[in-house]
């Protein structure tokens, strides 16, 4: 059983504990918890939301590999079936309403032997009627949770199902060690979990509970470890609201950078997501002097009008987040920003919407997530009355959108001619043709077309120059192959 200490949901020590052993005549290794034997099972887990959600599926995945359980690719093939949910917005929430009740027919098909639980935000806050509406769902359990689950499998093959956790991790520091299973170069680790921010229209502070950290030493040497120990190259420092980082230990984002910029073998560093008020003097002057730290920076900015920032409770103006980017601009001259915009929030006049179109002029974003505000229950803006109809909502959303491909197919053609490092994460075939695709330093994604055909470039470092583009991708031309391994940076 793995003893780490854990901020996602300590186990209870009492409980059983898995051991393995092998069957003497056939040779088919299996699991003991308690009195129950746990023979080779498939787990089959549908992700929504955040890169914390898929993070946490991993993490889930990697846990139930010491009950026997390895990844079914399709449902069908499943004994068991978990959603890890986000409560976000409605339309993450819908796709996951309807999946769920089709489990209903998977599990009669499989004559109920078909086990189903729902993870993740919205059974954080729903678990309890989730639990009492649909009868085929065996259990429900929150993101705190997460590091109980073989204890909640083992008690719905126990026969104990419709249960439902959703306890907060109380502990003063969260204290995890990264769990990785897929084998590529690049990995996500968790440094602080929650948010304190309580903007008005987020339900992420009710189901990611209070903001907390991991203390830096524990990050480094975990990440020293995946470097070490799993060739881990790029690595991405991932939270809610990462600026807040360490604020309870008297440690920053800025100083974890300045360590982790020490590791030999770690390449690249990334960071998600900024909050703009949070971003401080000392973290922009590390994107200056940093040789690892990715040059694309995500800052959410969500209005361009300084009266909606105000009714979203955000904490900044227009004034000071332009300041924050021209800062930054001066520290590392190659930065560029991509943000998140929520169109026609609360009662949004056509004035302050107006002002978030303006905003995309000047702030020049190198690309944008846009949505339409999504009442949330729970959150304050929910309380407050709404005048905006459905179909301006969407009207604003798609002029943001046209507007953002404009300005973006300019910025994009200007890469054309220059020459790119990328790291190769894998192959596209579009219209028979078959092209790899990596990732630049900052983010941009890069199709090429090998120079052999044969060639497996797959997680290479490769030199690639841009041949053409539009307002959403980059072509470009195979220039030279660097290997798997970059000569230290001097
Ligand atoms: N912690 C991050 C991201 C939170 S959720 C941050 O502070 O930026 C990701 C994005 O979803 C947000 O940036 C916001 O643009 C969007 N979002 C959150 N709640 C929303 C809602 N109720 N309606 C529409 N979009 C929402
Ligand atoms: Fe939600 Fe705001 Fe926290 Fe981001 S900072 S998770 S938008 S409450
Ligand atoms: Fe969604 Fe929860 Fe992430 S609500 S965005 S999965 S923190």
Not at 11 to 39: L, S
Not at 215 to 232: A, H, S, T
Not at 298 to 315: F, I
Not at 403 to 427: N, P, Y
């Amino acid at each position: 059983m793995d003893t780490t200490p854990s901020g996602l949901g300590l186990r209870d020590a009492d409980g059983p504990t898995e051991e393995w052993f092998t069957d003497q005549t056939t040779g088919q290794r299996f699991v003991k918890m308690g009195d129950i034997v746990f023979p080779p099972r498939k787990v089959w887990m549908k992700t929504y939301g955040c890169q914390m959600n898929y993070h946490d599926t991993d993490r889930i995945i990697d846990h139930l590999k010491s009950l026997n359980f390895t990844q079914a690719l399709e449902v069908e093939d499943a004994d068991l079936v978990l959603f890890n949910t986000c409560a976000v917005r409605d339309l993450a929430n819908n796709k996951f309403y309807s999946h769920l009740g089709n489990m209903k027919h998977q599990k009669a098909l499989k004559k109920d032997k078909l086990v189903v639980g729902v993870g993740g935000c919205v059974a954080q806050t729903e678990g309890k009627e989730l639990i009492k509406k649909y009868r085929h769902l065996d259990f429900a359990f929150g993101p705190d949770t997460i590091d109980s689950i073989n204890d909640m499998v083992y008690r719905t093959y126990a026969g104990d199902s419709k249960f439902f956790i959703n306890n907060w991790d109380r502990s003063e520091n969260f204290s995890i060690q990264t769990k990785i299973s897929h084998g590529t170069p690049q990995a996500f680790v968790n440094i602080i979990k929650g948010c304190n921010k309580y903007c008005t229209y987020c339900i992420v502070p009710y189901t990611r509970g209070k903001e907390r950290s991991r203390k830096l030493d524990e990050v480094v040497e975990d990440i020293r470890r995946l470097v070490k120990y799993q060739g881990i190259q790029e690595v991405t420092l991932l939270g809610q609201n990462v600026n807040s980082y360490g604020k309870e230990n008297g440690e920053s984002l800025a100083q974890l950078i300045l360590e982790l910029e020490k590791l030999d073998g770690l390449e690249l560093i990334r960071y998600t997501t900024s909050h703009p008020y949070d971003i401080s003097d000392d973290l922009i002057k590390v994107h200056g002097i940093s040789k690892k730290l990715s040059k694309h920076l995500h800052l959410p900015v969500q209005s361009g009008s300084n009266t909606v920032l105000k009714r979203m409770n955000r904490e900044y103006t227009i004034e000071h987040y332009l300041d924050r980017i021209a800062k930054l601009k001066e520290a590392q001259p190659e930065i560029i920003i991509s943000t998140d915009i929520i169109a026609g929030f609360l009662n949004e006049t056509d004035e302050e919407h107006q002002d978030t179109l303006k905003l995309l002029d000047t702030a020049k974003f190198d690309f944008i997530y846009s949505y339409a505000y999504s009442k949330r229950n729970k959150t304050r803006a929910a309380r407050s009355e709404d005048h905006l109809t459905k179909e301006i909502r969407s009207a604003r959303l798609r002029e943001i959108q046209l507007h953002q491909l404009d300005l973006q197919a300019v910025t994009r053609e200007k890469l054309v001619g220059k020459t790119f490092r990328i790291l190769v994460e894998g192959k596209n075939t579009f219209k028979d043709e078959t092209k790899w695709k990596g990732r630049t330093n900052c983010n941009r994604i890069i199709h090429f077309l090998p120079s052999d055909e044969d060639e497996n470039l797959q997680w290479h470092w490769v030199n690639v120059e841009v041949t053409s583009t539009t307002a959403l991708s980059c072509q470009g031309k195979f220039i030279s192959d660097l290997g798997k391994k970059l000569i230290p940076i001097q």
